[in-house]
RNA sequence: GGAGAGGUGGCAGAGUGGCCGAUUGCGCCGCCUUGCUAAGGCGGUGUACCGGAAACGGUACCGGGGGUUCGAAUCCCCCCCUCUCCGCCA
């Protein structure tokens, strides 16, 4: 969430970070914080007064007469009754400044550009290209299931639509892609880590999935708990709550975890094929780090290198967007995603996703951390990106690196964690 | 699932109705001392909000929420969490 200072000393950005966000409900959000903020400060002084008062005459009592006491007693009997309409008060305005102040968005920094939705996404760069096969390319799910490698009809049977069975070299490729995202970032000093899977309530808070994503989200009510949709949620918060040194930052993490997304209101969008589907594993990478907004950016373009570094390993053409006003999630301060080239789509489609965050999800998180030199703690930055989401990635790599046999290429990164084949596959076309 | 113990400041750990925003130790900061990469002495050191230029003053906060009381870290109720033992099981 946002700073209460600073949105009282700058409600219109406030309201134009919403807006240009495209959620004009949470523009109300803004209003309200203020309107209630106003009150809540109004009363204060009020307040701090007569507990004030109440409180030091508390104290007399103890050294006073028995004789004086009754009417001590009195006297304050009539101020408990008189602060405690106050204090209803405040406590209901405490709690409706949390909640509102809960819904106004983060600001989209100046950079990220007007627009709706994803069609207005910026390209920043477009790197690799595109193949010509000199045959008629085959989609990654005819690919996979005339190899034998994927089994729709049974996953469907057994847990749904938007469900997949991975088989033989595919289920290795999966795992391949995964362990080699994981090597890459350990090898760029990131801590691995293996995050749980179910979180609380507090933690789809803190990193701003709640409120606004309980659609997207598997809950299990009896226990309180919530399926992940991304490791970013429990890495993000693996501090929160504390107060961290700051000769202990940055905190690079690097998680590999499965991922549950319920993608309520996307049927009939992108039903064939492993694009989207319920269940994945992704490898996350997570910084946290000093308040400085210049290293946040520094640190959020090399989240995107890592992954750029990745794609080319695995010999894909891709192309970055800076994501628009519209399409950018409340947390989020400014996003970049990459999408790789998809033949069957004949377009690139999302593979990473990397946000910057300020002090947003820090501030909702309680992550705060002790200045070297002194001096008041501040809340922390934070930072993730995809490294490889599988099987969303393994679209490009069957699509683009099948052959005309139906045989698939290996990129020689990929390789060593193949038992050094180059081919997947046997001939069938 | 059954039984018990406990949740206090950056950490450890006292405190069982007013003298407690909280002893003490560690850590950290400052000064001093000292013949040796260490030790010692003294002082300081929570967070948030309100007021103030500041010094400083006020209020809230001892897992969370209710309650008793003139007054609660301390008593009562509910919830959450952690630990130990037993059971069960990967």
């Known amino acids: 969430m946002l700073d209460l200072k600073w949105l009282r000393e700058n409600p219109d950005a406030a309201r134009a970070a919403a807006i240009k966000k495209r959620m004009p409900d949470r523009v109300a959000a803004v209003d309200r914080v203020l309107e209630l903020d106003a009150e809540l400060r109004a009363l204060t002084p009020t307040l701090d007064g007569m507990r004030s008062?109440?409180?030091s005459a508390s104290k007399e009592i103890g050294r006073l007469a028995p004789a004086e006491r009754e009417?001590?007693?009195?006297?304050q009997k009539e101020r408990k009754v008189e602060l405690a309409a106050l204090e209803e008060r405040e406590k209901a305005l405490r709690a409706d400044i949390d909640h509102q102040l809960a819904l106004v968005p983060n600001v989209p920094d100046a950079e990220v550009p007007e627009g709706k939705d994803d069609t207005e996404n910026v390209e920043v760069r477009r790197v690799g290209t595109v193949r010509d096969f000199g045959f008629a390319p085959r989609a990654h799910y005819d690919i996979a299931e005339a190899q034998g490698w994927v089994d729709f009809k049974r996953a469907a049977d057994m847990a749904g639509s938007r469900n997949y069975i991975l088989f033989g070299d595919l289920a290795l490729l999966h795992d391949?892609?995964?362990?080699?995202?994981?090597?890459l970032m350990v090898g760029r000093g990131f801590v691995p880590v293996d995050p749980p899977l179910l979180v609380r309530d507090s933690a789809m808070f803190g990193t701003g999935f709640v409120p606004g994503g309980e659609e997207q989200t598997y809950r299990c009510e009896k226990?309180?708990?919530?399926?992940?949709?991304t490791a970013e949620v429990p890495v993000t918060s693996l501090h929160g709550g504390e107060l961290l040194d700051e000769a202990e930052l940055p905190k690079k993490y690097v998680a590999r975890s499965a991922c549950f997304r319920r993608e309520a209101g996307t049927y009939g969008k992108d039903t064939r094929g492993l694009y989207r589907v319920h269940q994945f594993q992704k490898v996350e990478q997570v910084i946290i780090d000093v308040a400085d907004k210049a290293r946040s950016i520094a640190h959020h373009h090399t989240i995107v290198e890592n992954a750029e570094d990745l794609l080319r390993a695995f010999e894909l053409p891709y192309r970055v967007v800076a994501v628009c006003g519209g399409d950018l999630g409340v947390p989020q301060a400014m996003k970049y995603d990459i999408e790789t080239w998809m033949p069957s789509r004949n377009a690139y489609g999302e593979t990473h996703s990397a946000s910057r965050f300020y002090d947003y999800q820090a501030r909702r998180l309680a992550m705060r951390y002790r200045q070297k030199d002194g001096g008041k703690p501040l809340v922390c930055h934070t930072l993730n990106n995809t490294v490889a989401a599988s099987p969303r990635i393994l679209i490009p790599l069957l699509e683009n690196h099948q052959q005309a046999d139906g045989t698939v290429h290996v990129p020689a990164a990929l390789r060593p964690l193949l038992g050094g084949r180059g081919v997947l596959g046997r001939p069938i076309w």
Request: glycine residues 8%; neutral net charge.
């Open 53 to 55: 008062e109440q409180k």
């Open 71 to 75: 009417q001590f007693l009195a006297r």
């Open 176 to 183: 391949a892609v995964l362990r080699f995202a994981v090597d």
């Open 223 to 229: 226990d309180g708990l919530n399926l992940i949709g």
